[in-house]
């Protein structure tokens, strides 16, 4: 059982035959019980297996959470709100708190805008799909792969050295007298070396969802502006953009939520340091460096709590859809 | 512009000329952007076969030029010295099963969702739906103590569970839909001529779920071989079951300066998600569709 590719193998066969075997035994069961327990149970075995995992994986643990971060670092004590003080006032938690806002900003407004634009400019050429698949590429690597490759780019040597980067390298070829930029160890860079990987990989999924609903605009409305004398400029800002606003809002609210949970990209390329901490590494940090479970469940919390207005808007727009049904 | 110019056109092909020029600055745009989204993974792609002495020395641009000096060492060195190989293996099994569990449970409650009516149903989808959005960091320390009680951190069943957990919600619901808008008629007639549900669900919603479910199975298999915290969280600490991007974020720090061998680690850790992409990406497109836009 300790080989990993047996126990792989035993799992493929075992479990697809155990799902197939459950459904065939409660079935079975619900055959022989009286018609009215019959209806009453069934979507219930049904659900059960489901039901079952996200209570053990997502509502008792994060029910848990919330409990342990009322606790001590090693979940003995209660100690109330302390750790949300202490989390609240702390100054690199305020720091990853501001770098999450500039991630909430910058990385939703540029990928959302950028795979607006690109939607409407590709919808104009022969090779849209090549286009396409081009820009959401990166959507199929790991933010792991997508760090190294990029932390290559920013390459930094001292200057009069040959550069490795690819960037440093191109400005001090194109701009005479550029001096190459740490741009990872920047303060002032450092972040936004970081938010540009986040929109090199998201910008793919935003164009790809933006240009489907650009489809989605009948030809005749632009066409009629068109003859009615409207600009390109003026269809994009008084057609395009209104149709779309709905679909603007889905893509919004997905990156909202990459970017309060941003960890991958600044654990793997800078790890928190020169400034650049964010929310869910420090979470890390003080669950595995520091050993502070209170903390770290506080810190989750706060996490959680962000994501509760997009979570409001992502139900009400599922119930507004549900009454169209 | 030249040839225009040269072979003095009749007014046609001037007025063709001219429109096309007018697009000049729209396919510069474009093919702009889809340089700069390549440039940089190709440059990990050349480094990746380069000699160290010269990969510390000199940019990847400069190995376009001849005398050309490549060489298969770099991926040698990582597969061998530095745990790549037995990582790839750990992310391919830990990313099938995971990938394959949820999606019958997922099905399954789908089913439920969609074709039956019980007490509770609409609070408890919208529960669902409220899932989608909850930070798995919410998650990470209850979870890890269930483990570390089980004797299950550090393990490949820990893995597979955590993810069929963590990606049930999003399953669910994208399978709900797509079976909420199968045809009624087909499927309440087949239960008037008394077919059973288990008859009704193998033998018609299963069959008719095919595309979304292909879906789905891209997504979780690309999220699973793609996932760093998981992995980080609960079997970070054991080679042995360590997947590539685990491997690989630890590489970054250990290797530092040698680009050839990390730009290696990472070309193996794409290669297989990049065949994935390329051959399914309709599905995966489509995935993507029916998860933002219906919801």
């Given at each position: 059982m300790n080989d990993p590719v047996v126990l792989a193998i035993v799992a493929l066969i075992g479990v697809p035959a155990a799902q197939l075997g459950y459904a065939v035994v409660i079935e079975g069961i619900l055959e022989r019980v009286p018609a009215r327990w019959e209806r009453i149970l069934r979507p219930w075995l049904w659900l059960a297996p489901a039901l079952c995992l996200l209570s053990v994986f997502l509502v008792y643990p994060a029910l848990h959470t919330v409990y342990l971060s009322m606790l001590d670092a090693r979940s003995a004590t209660f100690v109330g709100v302390n750790n949300y003080l202490f989390v609240l006032t702390n100054h690199d938690m305020l720091l990853a708190v501001r770098n999450n806002l500039l991630w909430l900003v910058f990385f939703t407004g540029i990928t959302v805008s950028a795979g607006l634009l690109l939607a409407v400019l590709v919808d104009r050429v022969r090779y849209e799909s090549l286009a396409k698949s081009v820009i959401f590429l990166p959507m199929a690597i790991s933010a792991v792969a997508a760090g190294v490759i990029w932390k290559f780019v920013y390459e930094f040597r001292p200057a009069g050295a040959s550069q490795i980067g690819l960037l440093n390298a191109f400005l001090t070829a194109a701009l005479p007298g550029f001096r190459p930029v740490g741009w990872l160890v920047n303060l002032l860079t450092d972040n936004f070396a970081l938010i540009a990987v986040g929109v090199w990989i998201w910008v793919g999924f935003s164009l790809v969802i933006l240009s489907a609903a650009l489809k989605g605009i009948p030809a005749e409305l632009l066409e009629a502006a068109r003859v009615d004398g409207a600009t390109e400029w003026q269809g994009f800002w008084r057609i395009i953009l209104p149709t779309l606003s709905s679909t603007i809002l889905v893509v919004t609210t997905t990156l909202v939520i990459l970017a309060l949970k941003a960890f991958d990209i600044v654990y793997v390329m800078t790890n928190g340091n020169f400034n650049t901490e964010v929310i869910a590494n420090r979470m890390y940090k003080e669950m595995f460096n520091i050993h502070h479970f209170g903390r770290a469940s506080a810190i989750a919390v706060l996490l959680f709590v962000a994501t509760v207005p997009v979570m409001i808007v992502n139900i009400r727009r599922f119930r507004a859809q549900e009454a169209v049904r | 512009m030249v040839k225009a110019g040269a072979s003095r056109p009749r007014p046609r092909v001037w007025q063709l000329w001219r429109a096309r020029a007018r697009r000049v600055p729209l396919h510069t745009v474009v093919v702009g952007l889809c340089l700069l989204w390549l440039v940089p993974a190709v440059g990990l792609l050349v480094s990746s076969f380069r000699p160290p002495r010269l990969a510390a020395i000199s940019g990847w641009w400069s190995a376009l030029a001849p005398p050309y000096q490549f060489t298969l060492e770099n991926y040698r060195a990582v597969l061998s010295a530095y745990n790549m190989e037995r990582s790839f293996l750990n992310s391919l099994v830990i990313t099938i099963p995971a990938t394959v569990i949820p999606i019958m449970v997922a099905a399954y409650a789908a089913y439920a969702f969609a074709w039956m009516r019980f007490?509770?149903?609409?609070?408890?989808?919208?529960?669902?739906?409220?899932?989608?959005?909850?930070?798995?960091?919410?998650?990470?320390?209850?979870?890890?103590?269930?483990?570390?009680?089980?004797?299950?951190?550090?393990?490949?069943?820990?893995?597979?569970?955590?993810?069929?957990?963590?990606?049930?919600?999003?399953?669910?619901?994208?399978?709900?839909?797509?079976?909420?808008?199968?045809?009624?008629?087909?499927?309440?007639?087949?239960?008037?001529?008394?077919?059973?549900?288990?008859?009704?669900?193998?033998?018609?919603?299963?069959?008719?779920?095919?595309?979304?479910?292909?879906?789905?199975?891209?997504?979780?298999?690309?999220?699973?071989?793609?996932?760093?915290?998981?992995?980080?969280?609960?079997?970070g600490g054991t080679p042995a079951v360590a997947p590539m991007t685990v491997t690989i974020s630890n590489l970054v720090n250990s290797l530092g300066q040698n680009w050839q061998l990390l730009s290696a680690a990472a070309f193996i850790s794409m290669a297989l998600p990049m065949v994935v992409f390329f051959a399914l990406q309709q599905f995966f497109v489509r995935g993507i569709l029916a998860g933002a836009i219906k919801g």
């Open positions: - | 007490r509770g149903r609409e609070p408890l989808f919208t529960l669902v739906v409220g899932s989608l959005v909850i930070p798995l960091q919410m998650t990470l320390i209850p979870v890890l103590r269930l483990f570390t009680a089980f004797k299950l951190v550090g393990t490949f069943p820990a893995v597979w569970l955590a993810h069929a957990g963590y990606g049930l919600p999003f399953a669910i619901y994208l399978l709900r839909n797509f079976m909420g808008a199968l045809p009624k008629d087909v499927l309440e007639s087949a239960s008037i001529d008394g077919a059973r549900p288990l008859a009704v669900f193998f033998g018609l919603v299963l069959p008719l779920s095919i595309p979304a479910m292909a879906s789905l199975a891209i997504f979780q298999f690309l999220w699973v071989w793609n996932d760093l915290l998981v992995a980080l969280i609960y079997v």
